[in-house]
């Protein structure tokens, strides 16, 4: 979880936000101890339940940012080089939005 | 995360089956780990997205449960005793369905 | 879809909100009817996607509304008489609510 | 809801698909009005339930539908004329994914 691995590999287009969702993946890794706990000390259920839905609704906003930062950069660079590589380049982000959307 | 500090607690009534929640929770817990990792590395974001859509799900199969486990010892238990407690648990698990269906 | 033929039937207890319900369906039926007509006319791709997600949440809300009507109808009835019953409701209840969340 | 009315004007590009989508909305008019017609006629609250969800289930395939063929038209083509306005669709379609993945 160290950033120096990768500090070479700028591929994937969303480094600027990286540190961004390095802190909201933290985040959401302390709620999910935060819910562990809970479950752990038998705290009431509603509660643990509205813990949940935050975590989810968390975890929701890191896709649906993802998502808009891999439209912008891969599938617009796609665009501008080759039709049939950003064909399968939308095809890849319907699908992960249809799974998004049914999870 | 021990359970002893929570031993002779057992108020919340799903203590049969926490063994198993804890552990759905710490796949879980390794699941957000492995995103951040995912991001720290810089994957490709589509499989990103594979994976939050999967813990969502995870997290999403908790929350059910656990409603489940609300529903049969909490209600049941209020609705035995005294009606208007048993509204009151109803509610409160109804708003907790509303949050988690929107979330 | 006249009352008359069900006036005597009262057996699912939600009869008390039946006029909310049945108001809230026939908005959400003009919606899609509103959708559809949205698609014919070619209406710009997001504004339709607006209009669905609305109609969506609408659904939503009255799955919500049934549910919360059915637990503390049915669901307390059958544990004020019979135990075995309340826990198949229950059973039930929480299917209902896992397709909820995750459709 | 005649096709004629629009048959000049394919600015918003999924004509292609129109028959297609014209016919999946309505069949969920008439899941729709199914729905109704059970609350009129009292069924089985946890059977409403169960079509609810299908219903809802089938607008979110329109809607990721309709997402995809947004993104393969008014997307790829934006990005090949100018990187403003494909920017600003992008936004537009990131917005519209977060409504859909939250309601």
């Known amino acids: ?12 287009g969303y ?8 802190n909201r993946m933290r985040r959401i890794e302390g709620q999910a101890r935060g819910v562990t ?4 000390d038998e705290k009431y259920c509603i509660d643990i339940l509205t813990q949940i839905s935050a ?14 930062d891999h439209l912008k950069h ?3 660079d796609a665009a501008r080089m080759d039709s049939a590589d950003a064909e399968e380049k939308i095809k890849e982000a319907s699908d992960a ?7």
Chains 1, 2, 3, 4 share one sequence.
């Open 15 to 22: 480094i600027t936000d990286k540190a961004k969702y390095l």
């Open 37 to 40: 706990k809970m479950v752990d």
């Open 74 to 76: 891969c599938v617009l």
């Open 55 to 68: 975590l989810t609704s968390a975890l929701q906003a890191v896709a649906v940012g993802l998502l808009d």
């Open 1 to 12: 979880m160290t950033a120096q691995a990768t500090s070479e590999e700028h591929a994937h």
């Open 97 to 103: 939005i249809a799974r998004l959307v049914r999870s």
